[in-house]
């Protein structure tokens, strides 16, 4: 089973900075298979890259991902007040066919 | 427009049964696969189910396997999950979630269904 592991756990930024998130894999996966996600609270997760670094429809451009083998990172360029939310990270396996990591919790600092 | 809306979730009793839909427009529901996804309250999200288009496919979870049905009906588009000798421990909003066959990813989500098992 490939476990992945986020972090920071919270990271406290101001509105304007940029943010880094990590997401580690157990073993290595295909950039093809990385997606995050981000979730407010009360909503659904909303799918903002995959494929480790393509945007989906709709995602502003400060969104970008990187990454390959065992690591990947969500950046933020440019925080907007909207972008406060809880990320994960997710990968796509054998067995169990999807996991998500733990997630990160950006807040306002 | 895309949309996914899930119903029947409510309160059971440890042992018994319930059964989710989901209901889907703005796409064309028979091409594409579709999930469920679970979240416990307070805790992060855990993938539950998964279904191929044409059914011909369909995938669990340890945590769920031969307790829970994952079934479609393409032609109304709707999405189903029985769930049988349900636990403490499945409680959770549960979502519907359509899955992109490309890049393995959960393109579209509903607003979920809250499950809660207790006596």
């Known amino acids: 089973e490939i476990v992945l592991t986020q972090s920071p756990g919270t990271l406290s930024l101001s509105p304007g900075e940029r943010a880094t998130l990590s997401c580690r894999a157990s073993?290595?996966?295909?950039?093809?298979?990385l997606a995050w996600y981000q979730q407010k609270p009360g909503q659904a997760p909303r799918l903002l890259i995959y494929?480790?670094?393509s945007r989906a429809t709709g995602i502003p451009d400060r969104f970008s991902g990187s990454g390959s083998g065992t690591d990947f990172t969500l950046t933020i360029s440019r925080l907007e007040p909207e972008d406060f939310a809880v990320y994960y990270c997710?990968?796509?396996?054998?067995?169990?066919?999807?996991?998500f990591g733990q997630g990160t919790k950006l807040e306002i600092k | 427009e895309v949309q996914l809306v899930e119903s029947g979730g409510g309160l059971v009793k440890p042992g018994g049964s319930l059964r989710l839909s989901c209901a889907a427009s703005g796409f064309t529901f028979s091409s594409y696969s579709m999930n469920w996804v679970r979240q416990a309250p307070g805790k992060g999200l855990e993938w539950v189910s998964s279904?191929?288009?044409?059914?011909?496919?369909?995938y669990y979870a340890d945590s769920v396997k031969g307790r829970f049905t994952i079934s479609r009906d393409n032609a109304k588009n709707s999405l189903y999950l029985q769930m049988n000798s349900l636990r403490a421990e499945d409680t959770a909003v549960y979502y519907c979630a359509r899955g992109d066959d490309g890049y393995k990813t959960f393109d579209y989500w509903g607003q979920g269904t809250l499950v809660t098992v207790s006596s």
């Open positions: 997710q990968q796509y396996g054998s067995s169990p066919l999807y996991t």
């Open positions: 494929g480790a670094s």
């Open positions: 073993q290595s996966i295909s950039s093809s298979y």
């Open positions: 279904i191929s288009s044409s059914s011909s496919y369909i």
